[in-house]
């Protein structure tokens, strides 16, 4: 049997018995479930972060006003990312993945740079780096993979979109 773009399955599975076709009707993977409790964590740790920086930064007395504003405006926002990110993964999109990793990709500096520190951060740099290997290590995972429905190269189901 030919697929899309004349690639040949082997004998006896057709393109939708492919391995890596998403199965939204049976029960979510608890790798994927786990994932997107930690991006959502995540997330939730950002907005935290940043109302309190700009609860601060206009209520008390901040060396400078609008740098603390700022720095939370842009924490607040930057909490988007991982929770639409969680969002989708709960809900098997296949694009959640690719903000989901950049996120933990993102964290594992901040972590290393909290770990530098002399101070309450290194707890919560260990925190961060921990979060973030186990975040990546379960969104590479091939259940997840399979689960969002997404293809490798040279998987006998991906064609080109």
Excluded: C, F
């Excluded at 206009?58 to 603390?68: C, E, I, S």
């Excluded at 700022?70 to 969680?86: E, F, K, R, Y």
């Excluded at 993945?97 to 101070?119: C, E, F, H, K, W």
């Amino acid at each position: 049997m030919r697929g899309a773009y004349g690639q040949g399955y082997p004998s006896g599975v057709s393109s939708e018995q492919t391995p890596t076709t998403p199965d939204i009707t049976g029960p979510r993977p608890r790798r994927l479930t786990y994932a997107a409790l930690l991006a959502a964590l995540e997330g939730l740790a950002l907005v935290v972060g940043g109302v309190w920086i700009l609860v601060l930064g206009l209520t008390g007395h901040p060396d400078d006003r609008q740098q603390a504003v700022t720095g939370g405006i842009t924490l607040v926002v930057l909490a988007l990312l991982p929770l639409l990110a969680a969002r989708g993964l709960l809900g098997r999109r296949s694009w959640s993945r690719g903000p989901a990793v950049i996120t933990q990709l993102m964290a594992l500096p901040v972590a290393y740079n909290l770990l530098q520190a002399d101070s309450m951060a290194i707890p919560a740099g260990i925190a961060l780096a921990v979060v973030a290997v186990a975040a990546l290590v379960l969104l590479v995972n091939p259940e997840t993979t399979r689960a969002l429905g997404i293809r490798g190269p040279g998987n006998p189901g991906a064609t080109e979109k």
